[in-house]
């Protein structure tokens, strides 16, 4: 039951899995599947018979894809670039590297040395 239910999931939600698959852009796959959700949230309002359930579901559609869209493109910047996510040398977080701050109104200018970060 529990595979059953695994692969019910992954060929209606991941694009890996169900037709979309064969679409090769990931953004296009994206949108199809917003697209879909939206339908879906409009049929079970309709179904309920209420505006508000609609609003709602879309909402939590839109949050629940969006999630799992970042997520992807997480694990996909990870598999293609894994390096993308690794420290390199000379970065800095993006107030240090233009090596300046605003404190109270105040421009004060930062060490060039110092990395920057607060844990070191």
Same mark, same amino acid.
């Given at each position: 039951?529990?595979?059953?239910?695994?692969?019910?999931?992954? +060929?209606v939600m991941d694009s890996n899995y169900n037709p979309l698959r064969h679409?090769?852009?990931?953004?296009?796959?994206?949108?199809?599947?917003?697209?879909?959700?939206?339908?879906?949230?409009?049929?079970?309002?309709?179904?309920?018979?209420?505006?508000?359930?609609?609003?709602?579901?879309?909402?939590?559609?839109?949050?629940?894809?969006?999630?799992?869209a970042i997520t992807a493109g997480t694990f996909e910047v990870a598999r293609k670039n894994p390096a993308f996510f690794?420290?390199?040398? +000379?970065?800095?977080?993006?107030?240090?590297?233009?090596?300046?701050?605003?404190?109270?109104?105040?421009?004060?200018?930062?060490?060039?040395?110092?990395?920057?970060?607060?844990?070191?």
């Amino acid at each position: 039951m529990r595979e059953f239910i695994y692969n019910s999931w992954n +060929g209606v939600m991941d694009s890996n899995y169900n037709p979309l698959r064969h679409i090769p852009d990931l953004n296009t796959r994206h949108l199809i599947l917003q697209v879909l959700a939206w339908m879906w949230c409009i049929v079970f309002a309709i179904m309920v018979g209420s505006w508000t359930v609609f609003g709602v579901s879309a909402v939590v559609h839109v949050i629940l894809l969006a999630a799992i869209a970042i997520t992807a493109g997480t694990f996909e910047v990870a598999r293609k670039n894994p390096a993308f996510f690794i420290k390199r040398d +000379g970065y800095h977080s993006f107030p240090r590297a233009r090596q300046t701050m605003w404190i109270n109104g105040q421009k004060v200018k930062l060490d060039k040395n110092d990395p920057g970060g607060e844990h070191e």
